[in-house]
């Protein structure tokens, strides 16, 4: 996103981006409507584009699970709901794959894959169980790390795509291997619910995708033919949601079953696989295409989007368990509804603040020097330059 000069290969350096956050990505100034593409940061600082991509789509996450509650009574809620779930998270997962490219089996890049997505699994997969038994009254909520709760899929999908990067940077077909393989998923039931594979697969050509593009794929949707063009395809979008909220589920874009368990054929799973890709690819373009690419007030909000996606998740489920939604029937308003809308995207802001980070880094980002052992070479080198 996009400056007219053109952007040295060391735009987006890979290895720094990749090791800069844990789980999503980073990105530089805008250059105008007709802009090129993704200007290049310094070495070492981030690229405002991508901070201002995964906070928005952040924001979009949080407004989706609070709008989940209202889908029942409002046919434009349901639409709402399916227009935003068709590209939120494909959104997050190809940036997240973008800045994977350079992802090894490094030393240090495999410690941060540890301290940077397992072990915050490990803690909110345990914190969510602890919450469901006393908000939900639930004492036989299970803590289970093979069986992924809520928000917490995620995590363990990220795990396992980094750990699979370098075999997708050596395929001939990455992006068509994932896809048949998603396709597969869709339509293969006994694969069970063991770390939520269905997700991980079914998801997995986002990732692949974002493991392929380069930073003048980014440019492309930048442009201004490409931004007037998001504006029908929106549109179209939510009229096709409209039409299909009382004759589809909302299931399908969660991509957590089978298509037999939807109660469907399995070529009809394997349809609507391919056809949820392609739509999901078309409206994640035009998501990206209005994403600022100059530093704005929630830029520096790119950086905690890990901290507001896990800890929403007390709120968007402590709503349910407690029944705000069935016991204030003016949310279920139009208004009521704006003012959910609102608040949602409120929370998620705060929760993505310095403050908060601050707060919570022990969990989301913890050094843990302590739990790796030490390189012969690196004390050597240390030795050598003291």
């Not at 495999?110 to 915050?120: D, E, F, K, N, S």
């Not at 349910?320 to 509804?337: Q, V």
């Amino acid at each position: 996103m996009f400056s007219a000069a053109p952007t040295p290969r060391r735009a987006l350096p890979a290895a720094r981006a990749a090791d800069t956050d844990r789980t999503e990505a980073t990105a530089g100034p805008s250059g105008g409507p007709e802009a090129a593409e993704p200007p290049s940061p310094k070495a070492g600082s981030r690229n405002p584009f991508f901070d201002n991509a995964k906070y928005l789509a952040i924001v979009l996450v949080a407004m989706g699970h609070s709008w989940e509650p209202l889908t029942d009574g409002s046919r434009a809620a349901e639409a709402f709901y399916m227009t935003v779930y068709t590209f939120h998270m494909p959104a997050f997962i190809i940036i997240s794959g973008y800045f994977s490219r350079s992802f090894d089996m490094r030393k240090d890049r495999l410690q941060r894959l540890v301290t940077g997505v397992a072990v915050p699994y490990v803690l909110f997969e345990t914190a969510y169980a602890f919450f469901k038994r006393w908000a939900d009254d639930d004492p036989g909520q299970p803590i289970s790390l093979l069986d992924p709760w809520f928000l917490t899929w995620f995590l363990v999908a990220l795990f396992i795509w980094r750990l699979t990067t370098p075999l997708w940077k050596i395929v001939r077909w990455p992006i068509p291997l994932a896809v048949a393989i998603a396709v597969l998923a869709s339509v293969s039931p006994d694969i069970g619910d063991d770390l939520d594979l269905q997700r991980v697969l079914q998801f997995l050509p986002f990732f692949v995708l974002g493991l392929s593009l380069r930073a003048e794929h980014f440019a492309m949707v930048q442009r201004r033919a490409v931004r007037i063009a998001s504006i029908p395809a929106f549109a179209a979008a939510l009229v096709m949601a409209y039409w299909a909220a009382p004759r589809m589920t909302s299931a399908w874009f969660y991509h957590r079953d089978s298509a037999q368990e939807l109660g469907t054929t399995w070529w009809i799973g394997a349809v609507m696989t391919l056809a949820l890709f392609g739509c999901s690819i078309v409206l994640t373009a035009c998501f990206f295409s209005w994403v600022p690419t100059r530093r704005t007030w929630f830029t520096v909000l790119g950086a905690g989007t890990l901290y507001g996606y896990l800890l929403h998740g007390f709120l968007a489920k402590g709503s349910r368990f407690w029944g705000w939604f069935d016991d204030y029937a003016w949310l279920h308003t139009p208004l009521g509804e704006i003012a959910v809308t609102l608040i949602a995207g409120a929370i998620v802001t705060a929760l993505c603040t310095p403050p908060v980070r601050k707060v919570f880094r022990f969990a989301m980002e913890p050094t843990m020097a302590w739990a790796f052992r030490k390189d012969p070479a690196d004390t050597a080198r240390a030795r050598v330059s003291a």
